[in-house]
């Protein structure tokens, strides 16, 4: 399965910006999509993921009542909507998919997206 990010870009604290992200060329039966994110210095992180029924949403504490993860009308597209953005959140976003069972693990993740870049000016 490939990942295509996109989205992201350069916002205010307290602003809002949207990152997407589109998996194509397989099937994510048994799969959750998420997101994690990389700051410079730091190691990749959890920031949230959906199962793919879309009933099951999970957020890191960093992020839990200012991100939102949705499923995009389209088939195999997840949303993440960020509102009320800080500067800590500026880092690299990363699409993932993986077995629902291996979430917020970064090393078990079976597919990557490319990454996409998120900053917030203070």
């Known amino acids: 399965v490939q990942l295509q990010a996109s989205g992201g870009g350069l916002m205010e604290a307290g602003g809002s910006l949207r990152v997407s992200c589109v998996a194509s060329g397989g099937t994510l039966n048994r799969h959750a999509m998420g997101w994690f994110r990389q700051a410079p210095g730091k190691e990749r992180e959890f920031v949230s993921c959906?199962?793919?029924?879309?009933?099951?949403?999970f957020y890191s504490d960093a992020v839990k009542g200012r991100f939102t993860i949705s499923k995009g009308n389209a088939d195999m597209t997840i949303h993440l909507q960020m509102n009320s953005l800080k500067p800590e959140d500026t880092a690299v976003y990363y699409c993932?998919?993986?077995?629902?069972?291996?979430?917020?693990?970064?090393?078990?993740?079976?597919?990557w997206g490319q990454g996409t870049l998120v900053t917030v000016s203070s």
């Open positions: 993932a998919a993986g077995y629902t069972e291996n979430w917020p693990w970064p090393g078990k993740m079976n597919s």
């Open positions: 959906i199962s793919w029924s879309g009933d099951m949403k």
